[in-house]
Antibody, heavy 122, light 109 residues
Framework: EVQLVQSGGGMVQPGGSLRLSCAAS???????????MTWVRRAPGKGLEWVAS????????FYVASVKGRFTISRDNPKNSLYLEMNSLRADDTAVYYC????????????WGQGTLVTVSS | QSALTQPPSASGSPGQSVTISCTGT?????????VSWYQQLSGKAPKLLIY???KRPSGVPDRFSGSKSGNTASLTVSGLQADDEADYYC??????????FGDGTKVTV
């Protein structure tokens, strides 16, 4: 059974930076390096929002318009890890961030990590 | 890219059925068969219920079913149970390398 364990997150001031990590394990059908990966967030009192996705080999990355140029999604396949580098953080980036495995692009997200809270506040 | 439109809430009694709509445009829901549905229990991570409009992952009960007509996709939950009480979200590919979620629907049993 695939498991995703997230780390990072916390409180940061507006304009600051933060890095989220997502460690994957339990791949049996195909290894980690065969799957696209994604970050999704849920702001307080709001719904889910797709943030970014990365191709299995890291050669393509897609972003929602509101984070383009500020966030960078990356992966380290030998370490079975996914990352989200967040710069120039704003108050409206405050959310619980989830990593998730994608069946393929642009298909569904399954499974998901446990989520990690990012709070941007002065 | 605007969120897909879902009703804010839906409800039903145990054993009844509830259907949640997800309305987009011909550029997202109507244009691709990449509609998925997720269940998010309070304080938990989302869980995939339906992918590619109608397909159920292994382990998801057949009480959950998906369909699509034109620019509107639907999730039907039959035989409602107390632990179906959750937020439900649709997603769709929206072209130009983007994915869009619905607003979310809170289901009360």
């Amino acid at each position: 059974e695939v498991q995703l364990v997230q780390s990072g997150g916390g409180m940061v001031q507006p304009g600051g930076s933060l890095r989220l990590s997502c460690a994957a394990s339990g791949f049996t059908f195909a290894p980690f390096n065969k799957y696209w990966m994604t970050w999704v967030r849920r702001a307080p009192g709001k719904g889910l929002e797709w943030v970014a996705s990365i191709k299995h080999d890291g050669t393509a990355q897609f972003y929602v318009a509101s984070v383009k140029g500020r966030f960078t999604i990356s992966r380290d396949n030998p370490k079975n890890s996914l990352y989200l580098e967040m710069n120039s953080l704003r108050a409206d980036d405050t959310a619980v961030y989830y990593c998730a495995v994608m069946r393929a692009w642009p298909n569904s997200f399954d499974p998901w990590g446990q989520g990690t809270l990012v709070t941007v506040s002065s | 890219q605007s969120a897909l439109t879902q009703p804010p809430s839906a409800s039903g009694s145990p054993g009844q059925s509830v259907t949640i709509s997800c309305t987009g445009t011909s550029s997202d829901v109507g244009g691709y068969n990449y509609v998925s549905w997720y269940q998010q229990l309070s304080g938990k991570a989302p869980k995939l219920l339906i992918y590619e409009v109608t397909k159920r992952p292994s382990g998801v009960p057949d009480r959950f079913s998906g369909s699509k007509s034109g620019n509107t996709a639907s999730l039907t939950v039959s035989g409602l149970q107390a632990d179906d009480e959750a937020d439900y979200y649709c997603t769709s590919y929206a072209g130009s390398d983007k994915v869009v979620f619905g607003d979310g629907t809170k289901v009360t049993v």
